[in-house]
């Protein structure tokens, strides 16, 4: 293998799919993120890693693998980025870590999509240091996909947590650059845009979501999306919106909320289901459809946040991952990096927040590096 | 009966519970309305009603149910608040309507807890402007309760919706206010606070976050409550916190939210027993504990915001309220009002509020009008 020339190692002419691997710092450790990658591989026979860490750690843990034989290229980094680490701190004095190195493959152009389990604010700030914003991105954003009852089965959420501020501006960015993500990410001709409040009525909330919902409301025609106006966290999971427009203090809370809420009702389910003779036995043999059911609100299956507006996609997985956890980002990174999307929403992006314009693709990037 | 005397209209000396009642306004009608107070009375035989609305269809939708004979006495109000209806035009022009009249009756000390399905932010407004502020309070604000893994069931949470507003010293009022309702509403003795954050480290959020967070750990010494710091999302069903304390935007978002994903997860668990024959016959054996489980997670059980810092308690019942919703709001406002909740707690948040403490009840308010 020979995926450390830039040029071998995007979705190209070795017809492989590079994802660079930020090791350290989540939760759980380096055991959960190579367990991770491990599981990835089968659904993605062409996937190749270069994985960043202490390397002795990292070598001995990818032995375990045989699947990743072949697969991964270690690059050495001691330092690690702790989840207590200011983003200040990381931008200055961060580069002997992991996840500057995972980002470096990007910048440099030796893999399509950074995937991290550490700190989001430090992962952020580093990406908008090291990546950059596209021309006309004024803040960056973090999308992620939430179960609904769409056809697809998901809506995109943004912004998730990249930074706790937005103004009206920024969440007409927001919007355009969700519009581009369903369009490119979800296969969605006419996204339904929708902006989060505390009602549906136009007078409520706050000032800047009214300003924010006009801004988003003259930009429709052109860059064609429908426009549904405000929505409520009730409608996180409808079928009437597919990307849902909040600042992301409010997108991280929702977030957070409806995966904490998820995970209480299938406890209390799993309690009723062992509450008694009759209980269990119908359990027994409703279990596959139970099983069915559990994958389908498990969190994990969504893990992955993916950042907005930069020159380069970077997956952010949940801290607290495990190896089916960080399985799905790199799945959802793989899907990004092999459909050519970063390079169709990098121009669409900078051309929609220049105009307002997001036209469909007139031809199919397939392969080819840009 | 003569529950129109302010001094029997009380819970007092003829040992009723008297609610007023703002028939109209939800989104299903008066016969919503009428059909939750007729549901209420197997678990209340002391309660009594003043109903507000169109005495001639009010009439009529209470002689369909017997139990309600001889328990309400009706207010005619020709006028009904919409949901669209601004809050301003409301103070300024309400009147004649049923939610004005319904409020009265707590001013007139007639009745001891109002419950509506109305207009939020109407209802707020004109509680503010007819029932007062409790004194040493800037913004009331309303808390409702959140099922949890606590012993109890139950978080509290506030504001949920308020005011889409607050400040570093409105969080340290609604922390104290929060303390209080869970003291006296779930008997807790030393309730354990937190801040609703991004993150629980010190550093993250917003910034009057960080100071609302030393202004309540500084008062949890006098208030005697345990200071938990930042929570996230994900705590708010968690047991490690009594009462989450957050703006009203961000409340009423995670409020809107935790309500939809348990809706969506309870469809998902509907279709998965009944996709194919096996499943459909374990739901059939699971049947008993399957629905102890859907009235665990029916957001109706939990239905009914509180009004808290007024001079007087107000429920607020979810828009869309079912006859089941209205009545677990009015069976909140009943529990509240035999409690002499109310009583004690303008005693105790006035006095907190000024002094940043809440002495535990040093008698037990039994029966008595203030």
Redesign the interface.
Known sequence: MNDSRPEAAKQGSSGCVVISIDAMGGDLGPEAVIGGMARSVSDAPDIRFIVHGPQDTLQGLIDRYPELSGRCTLRHADGVVT??D?PSQVVRNGKNTSMWSALESVRAGEAGVAVSCGNT?ALMALSVIRLRRLPGINRPAIACLW???NPGGFNVMLDV?AD??ADAEDLLQYALMGVSYARNGLGLKRPRVGL?N?GT?E????AELKLANELIAAAAPDADFEHVGFV???????DRVDVIV?D???G??????????????????RE??N??L??R??????????K??GA??DPRRVNGGVFLGLNGTVVKSHGASDATGVAAAIGLAYKLARSGYQERLAARVAHAAQAGQDAPADREQDGQNP
Chains 1, 2 share one sequence.
Request: glycine letters at 16%; zero cysteines.
């Open positions: 989840m207590d200011k604010g179960p609904s009852r947590g706790v501020k989060l505390v009525e007078h409520k909330g706050r409520e966290g009730s409608d996180l999971p409808s909040t992301g203090f409010t991280n809370v929702a977030l957070k909320t409806g995966e904490g809420t998820a995970r209480l009702v299938g406890d209390f389910l009723a289901l509450s008694g009759m209980a036995l119908g359990a027994l043999l409703a279990m596959r459809a139970l069915a059911l389908r609100i």
